[in-house]
């Protein structure tokens, strides 16, 4: 058995902007996982700074290498994995590197796609796409490019202080009528409430995470407030907190992303419960290269999820990915991979070329 991490920095095509500052590269970390002759593959979807959250790549690292390594060792059922590391406190970023890689593992054990091993599956994610700020005029064209190119939703980054001038521009370059949402990563509080009931009159799907990266009770409260629905994304952290969320009707939409939570056996189970409770669902991304993004069109085609996600197709992002089949999208639709597991084949040459370090974990 061999446990190799591949610390790489792909070029951005665009600089990606959020309401915490801009990246013109992706730091990604790449563990590979070789036993009975299967490779598995898996993406940390950490990155340089902890913005998004509290974890970044040398956080992950060090607790993938001090705490989970030995865990895997075994190469268990994701979920065993999952129990034998409760003592891990958080740091969910890094479990969810090594659970998805057992999940591949196991898929290709089985034989099977990954989209298919999870459960239910469509066969395929409808695709929507998550705009960084910019310029006003340059948001409105990429929006209305996207429009064109057959997205299902557009979605746009907002920061204070530029939201209405963002929305107006956009709403005005697609239309009233096509799907359109915000997401503001946290830069608001309930002070805010006037200049976000503002929105409403732009009919947005939702807004994204407008509060506190923790918090539930205020969105709770907003949500009596706006008419805008909310979407929560850094606030659901585990299916637990989901349901708080939902019990405390604080959002009407989930923006699951598989490596804030720990995984895909979490991920699968906040989908069911908010299907259940008639909360929408969809997929997030976090700049993944090819090899993240894999995993997230697998969830994302599962019968769970029912909305349009951020899982665009690599080439949006990356001149040239580190997998030879990156996804495609026709008609804002993305099939999901048929091969065993996660279905993707590495560029090993290309893997090699961007790689700054690679370490022997196991
Ligand atoms: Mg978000």
Known sequence: MELICHKVALPLIVPFSTSFGTQTERDAMIFELKKDGITAYSEAVTDYGPHYSYEDNDTAFHIIRKYLVAAIFNVPKPEEFLKSVKHVKGHNMAKAAMEMLLWDFWAKDAGQPLH????????????????????????????????????KRVKVKIKKGMEESIVNIVREGIGNKFPLSVDANTDYTLDDIEVLRSLDKYSLAYIEQPLDHDDIIDHAELARLIKTPICLDES?????????????????????????????????????????????????????????????????????????????????YFSRDIVKNPFKMMDGVIDANDGPGIGIQIDTQYLKKVEKERIKLL
Request: net charge positive.
């Open 236 to 316: 659901i952290i585990s299916e637990y907190r989901a349901s708080k969320a939902i019990k405390m009707e604080a959002c009407k939409y989930i923006n699951i992303k598989p490596g804030r939570v720990s995984g895909l056996t979490e991920s699968m189970k906040i989908a069911q419960l908010a299907r259940e409770n008639n909360i929408h669902t969809w997929v997030g991304g976090m700049l993944e290269t090819g090899v993240g993004r894999a995993f997230n069109v697998a969830l994302a085609s599962s019968k769970f999820i029912d909305s349009p996600g951020d899982t665009s197709p690599n080439d949006r």
């Open 116 to 151: 298919k091993y999870l459960g239910p599956s469509k066969g395929k994610a409808e695709v929507g796409i998550s705009i960084g700020i910019d310029d006003t005029d340059v948001m409105k064209e990429r929006a209305q490019e996207a429009v064109n190119r057959g997205f």
